[in-house]
Structure formats: C-alpha cells, structure tokens
C-alpha cells in the first residue's frame, strides 16, 4: 500500500524523497503511517520496478538532490490499484484486543485506560480539523482540482470515524464509572 500511496503522490507532481515525506505528514498520516526510512526503502524498489526515475539536481553547499518522477509504467500501476477493488473486513486493533481482556484489572485502571484513550483521539480529532488547510494548501500544487474532493470525502470519513471512537469511549467510561467493584 505504501508504494502506492507514493505513486499517488508523485502523480500530482514530482517530489523529493523529503517531499514525500512531508506530504505523508500532512495527508496521508491521519489513515497510513510512513516513517522517513519505510519511505526511502520503497523509492528505491519503485524505481527498480521502474515506475519512477530519479533524477539528480546538484546543489552547492548542500546534499544533491533526488527528484522522482512517476514513469507511464507506475501510472500504469496506479491506475490498476485504484480499479481493484479492495474491500477491508479487517478490525484487528491493539485496543480492541486490551478491552476484551481488560476484565482482569480492576475497574479503576480500566478507566484510567479510557480516560487515557479518550485524551488521545480528543487530540487526534484537533488535529483532523486542521485537514481543511492541508487540503486547501495542496490544492493549489495540483493540476486537476477534481482530487480536492476525494480528499475531502477521506478526511470526513477520518473525522467520523474519530469521533465513533469518541462516542465509544465515552460509553465505555460512563459503564465503568456505574460499575460496582
């Protein structure tokens, strides 16, 4: 999936490998994490399956720079991912995994977990708010301004999908808190 997150990047246009990092940080980072390393390991497979090219800029006083360009080839591959479907059943989840065996603690360390998690995705919701000028500032880098509104359709559904956290959450502390020990 990180490849093709990065394809889809470069599509918009050519990058740098800190570029793409960037770009990850403020877009992509709210649903798929990429570290810097993962990022630079995946450019280079991506040019040996050579839907990028890289191309060095000199630059003095400084590291040369490595410019990647999507290939007609790795358009290709984009376009192929996107017309498959990819329907996602899965709900593995650490947290999941910690309440269903959260019964052997005692309920004031349960809700200390909760309240915990409630303080995390209450940040994690601030920080989708600011989704709106990312979009509105990578909009302006893009040629086809018809992207704009998938990535809004994707920041709503990460906004949603916070705040059922959210709501979940607040159920589970408002039952512990009622939980006779």
Not at 129 to 157: C, G, H, N, R
Request: with cysteine.
């Amino acid at each position: 999936m990180l490849k093709h997150g990065i394809l889809g990047l470069l599509n918009y246009g050519d990058m740098t490998g800190y570029e793409i990092h960037e770009a990850f940080e403020n877009s992509l980072n709210f649903f798929w994490l990429a570290q810097t390393s993962q990022i630079y390991r995946e450019l280079d497979v991506l040019e040996k399956n050579k839907w990028i090219e890289k191309q060095i800029v000199e630059q003095s006083g400084k590291p040369n720079k490595k410019i990647c360009s999507i290939t007609e080839e790795g358009r290709q591959e984009l376009l192929r991912w996107l017309n498959s479907p990819d329907i996602n059943t899965d709900m593995r989840s650490p947290t999941l995994m910690k309440v269903f065996f959260m019964g052997e603690l005692p309920g004031s360390c349960s809700l200390s977990f909760f309240k915990e998690l409630k303080e995390r995705y209450c940040a994690a919701s601030e920080a989708l708010k600011q989704t709106d000028i990312s979009i509105t500032s990578y909009q302006e880098m893009i040629p086809d301004k018809k992207s704009v509104l998938f990535w809004k359709m994707t920041a709503d559904f990460g906004k949603r999908y916070t705040q059922m956290y959210l709501e979940w959450i607040e159920s589970c502390i408002h039952i512990l808190e009622n939980m006779e020990e």
